[in-house]
């Protein structure tokens, strides 16, 4: 059984950063493709970003991210990131961390098999 577990969400000013963590424990997941997913109040779960698995480093973006969000991993450490720059109000949501497993992304939250219980990001003044 794989455990994940995410870290880092707090309340920050808009046009700041953050950096949240997803540490997994149960087994290695460095063949795993993972990805962050994240559900404001009244919407529905939407994906935010996707790494691939068996040590690729190949990574895809929603629109509403590209060129501020940053995934990227640690398999010594069976840890993922994100790096949230330029934050904006529309950020503010429950961010999740989900594991895959299969090597290749995906955009799908149907598709991943264990996610973590969430760390809250609000973007606010």
């Known amino acids: 059984q794989v455990q994940l577990v995410e870290s880092g969400g707090t309340l920050v000013q808009p046009g700041g950063s953050l950096r949240l963590s997803c540490a997994a424990s149960g087994r290695t997941l460095v063949n795993f493709a993972m990805g962050w997913f994240r559900q404001a109040p009244g919407k529905e779960r939407e994906f935010v970003a996707a790494i691939s698995g068996n040590g690729g480093s190949s990574t895809n973006y929603a629109d509403s991210v590209k060129g501020r969000f940053t995934i990227s991993r640690d398999n010594a450490k069976n840890t993922m990131y994100l790096q949230m720059n330029s934050l904006k109000p529309e950020d503010t949501a429950v961010y999740y961390c989900?594991?895959?497993?299969?090597?290749?992304?995906?955009?799908?939250?149907?598709?991943?098999?264990?996610w973590g219980q969430g760390t809250q990001v609000t973007v606010s003044s």
């Open positions: 989900a594991c895959h497993r299969r090597p290749w992304r995906s955009v799908e939250t149907y598709e991943y098999d264990y």
